[in-house]
């Protein structure tokens, strides 16, 4: 086993030889050296570690490989091959270590690349090398050589692009916040796995987390103490502690762009702007951080069937290659409450059924086949005029197997959208809105989509005060069916509290049509009395 003292004189060598050959730095400073011996320490123990890097903008994070990665891939396999370092974590480098960098596209990938390449071509490290008996027998434009068999491959983390399969010791992904979650966990993480590799995520906040493992993960590593080790952040504050030249920088970027605005905020001072833009956080989905205990995530698994109780209904009709999403909300009787004329509930999300495409005609039979599963009292359905929801509306008021039930057509204006939305915010805020999060229902491919589509919703605020929540226009494949569906779920429960099944017109809706079940009949608590309302 190598020892900590051993450990810390190898990874001082690496760092000074990068200092050495890199003529175009003076030093490498204490957080950049910091983050270097990680990256060393767990190359050498061969602990498997991802570590996790936030740097701020033109921080030294492009140098500070530049300077580590071409001694690593000289110096690690030479000592592996010494007689005192045998039988060690280090012996398995005899043939040269493998190191891959990914990143979002061709072009980034190669930014750091090309600081490596140039430092492996300077006149110093060739002096370096030789002394070791090794030399440069390969550099390509995304790919070096060393004679000890150590290299380092450069491929870019595109969903378009095919990524080739190689096995690595190390792989370093840059920007890694555009990386899609997939590409991570499925075509580059593999390549660790026979080696237990180490890993090695930088980047820095943006605006779209729907779909960003590395957010994702820094949250689980700040959250979990085993893992904090691993987790580094550089903001400006740190940086400009050691580079006056940096200082100098950012006060001419706080005169330019201000210190308060979004592009400043993120870029320099790391702040993940998902209060700003996000309706719904990953922390708020989760009930983590400040919203701990009270997340969207509940402990209850999907139900495929049930007819006691409580059921109410959302459709929302799948347009311009949308999904059509039925939501079966459950409402659990103990919590309707009546205060002062104002009617609490909470509300669990236990199925849903999602559908493709637009066979309008096969999709209603497959939607009244499970709407009848359940025992549904109240269904509020998309009747957008002009759109197919206003016909499927018609068609289901219409039919005499739905007879048992109220229906409500909602149609999809701006102000109706608004309140919707509204709704929805206030009872997530007060923690009364729950979707079945539990072990069987977390591995399933609803439960990721339902994640994906409300943390990938983004807000804003129109001149007349209505609430616009969409999909994020910025992001591919974005969709929002299925809250949209927990919407009009959610309004179906309201309709059917608050106005009760023998309401008259309602205000929201102009023209309103409802059609309304017979012999429905709820419980509400008012206070300790038990009264019904009645339809």
């Known amino acids: 086993m190598v020892s900590t003292e051993q450990l810390q004189t190898i990874a001082d060598r690496i760092i000074e030889y990068g200092e050495f050959y890199d003529t175009d730095i003076e ?38 490989f530049g300077i580590i990665m071409p001694s690593i891939m000289a110096i690690i396999p030479e000592l592996a091959k010494d007689s005192l370092f045998e039988g060690t974590e280090l012996e398995r480098f005899k043939n040269g270590i493998k190191i891959g960098i990914f990143a979002p596209t ?20 060739k ?38 399969t190689f096995t690595f010791d190390l792989v370093i992904i840059d920007e890694a916040q555009d990386i899609e979650s997939s590409v991570i966990t499925k075509s580059i993480f593999p390549m660790l796995a026979s080696t237990l590799g180490t890993s090695c995520l930088i980047g820095s906040p943006k605006f779209d987390i729907s779909d960003c493992y590395f957010y994702n993960v820094i949250q689980i590593a700040k959250d979990d103490p085993k893992r904090r080790h691993n987790y580094f952040r550089y903001d400006s504050d740190i940086v400009q502690e050691y580079n006056p030249r940096y200082k100098k920088f950012l006060q ?8 308060t605005s979004v592009e400043y905020q993120m870029s320099y001072k790391l ?15 989760k009930g983590t951080g400040e919203w701990g205990g009270r997340g969207i995530v509940g402990g209850f698994d999907w139900i495929k069937e049930k007819r006691a109780g409580i059921q109410v209904a959302g459709i929302d009709w799948g347009k311009n290659n949308g999904d059509t999403v039925v939501t079966i909300g459950d409402v659990p009787q103990e919590s309707v409450m009546d205060y002062d004329d104002t009617i609490t509930f909470t509300l669990n999300i236990i199925s849903m059924l999602l559908l493709h495409g637009d066979d309008y005609e096969s999709q209603y039979g497959d939607v009244i086949e499970f709407l009848g599963n359940y025992g549904v009292v109240q269904l509020n359905v998309d009747a957008t005029a002009g759109s197919v929801g206003d016909p499927l509306y018609d068609k289901l008021i219409n ?36 979707i079945a999060g539990g072990p069987t229902a977390r591995r399933t491919r609803l439960y990721a989509d339902a994640r994906k589509e409300l943390i990938g919703l983004v807000k804003k605020h129109s001149n007349s005060g209505h609430l616009i929540v969409n999909k994020n226009p910025h992001k591919k494949n974005a969709k929002d069916d299925i809250p949209d569906s927990i ?3 959610l309004d179906a429960a309201k309709s059917y509290f608050e106005e009760g099944a023998s309401a008259g017109e309602n205000m929201f809706f102009a023209p309103t049509r409802i059609r309304r079940a017979q012999n429905n009949s709820v419980g509400i608590s008012r206070g300790r009395q038990l009264v019904h309302i009645r339809g």
């Open 27 to 64: 030093e490498i400073y204490p957080y950049q050296r910091l983050f270097a011996y990680r990256i060393i320490e767990s190359i050498i123990k061969n602990d498997g570690a991802q570590l996790l890097g936030e740097w701020a903008r033109q921080s030294g994070k492009t140098s500070t």
């Open 106 to 125: 061709s072009k980034q990938a190669s930014n750091m690349f090309r600081k490596i390449k140039r430092n492996v071509r300077t006149g110093e490290y």
């Open 127 to 164: 002096e370096l090398v030789k002394t070791l008996g090794i030399s440069v027998i390969s550099s390509k434009v995304d790919y070096v050589e060393l004679s000890n068999g150590s290299y380092l491959q450069v491929q870019s983390a595109a969903t378009t692009s095919k990524i080739e």
């Open 252 to 259: 001419e970027q706080r005169a330019s762009i201000g210190e």
């Open 271 to 285: 702040v993940w702007p998902t209060e700003r833009g996000m309706f719904i956080t990953d922390d708020c989905f």
């Open 399 to 434: 039919d005499a197997r739905l007879s048992h039930i109220n229906i409500r057509g909602v149609p999809f204006t701006t102000p109706n959208k608004s309140r919707l939305y509204k709704q929805l915010q206030t009872e997530f805020q007060g923690g009364r809105i729950h």
């Open 487 to 489: 919407c009009l779920c």
